[in-house]
Nanobody, 123 residues
Framework: VQLQASGGGLVQAGGSLRLSCTAS????????MGWFRQAPGKERELVAS????????VYEDSVKGRFTISKDNVKNTVYLQMTSLKPEDTAAYYC?????????????????WGQGTQVTVSS
């Protein structure tokens, strides 16, 4: 499976961005898709993830109420709508795909990764 992410950029604090990630290839094996982020000197952390065939969604606590993950099953695309952005949201954002049932919160549980898209929030 190949993942192509887009939508990052530079935005002022309080602004919004929308990330997109489209899966291609063996997409019949999508169990879940989600977004992780990694800031310089920090570990990669979950932002949000969701089951592909159901409604189970998980968010990292600091983004609850500000970020929304959604999907388009027909387009095999997952989105991350980010609002009320803060400087601490600055990171490289990676989309990820899990091909079989497993924990949504652990980066090690995902099989495929996109190339990363940079989000920079200025104060």
């Amino acid at each position: 499976v190949q993942l192509q992410a887009s939508g990052g950029g530079l935005v002022q604090a309080g602004g919004s961005l929308r990330l997109s990630c489209t899966a291609s290839g063996r997409t019949f094996r999508i169990y879940a898709m989600g977004w992780f982020r990694q800031a310089p000197g920090k570990e990669r952390e979950l932002v949000a993830s969701m089951h592909w065939g159901g409604s189970n969604i998980v968010y990292e606590d600091s983004v609850k109420g500000r970020f929304t993950i959604s999907k388009d099953n027909v387009k095999n695309t997952v989105y991350l709508q980010m609002t009320s952005l803060k400087p601490e949201d600055t990171a490289a954002y990676y989309c990820a795909l899990a091909q079989s049932p497993r924990s949504l919160r652990e980066a090690t549980q995902y099989d495929d990764w996109g190339q990363g898209t940079q989000v920079t929030v200025s104060s």
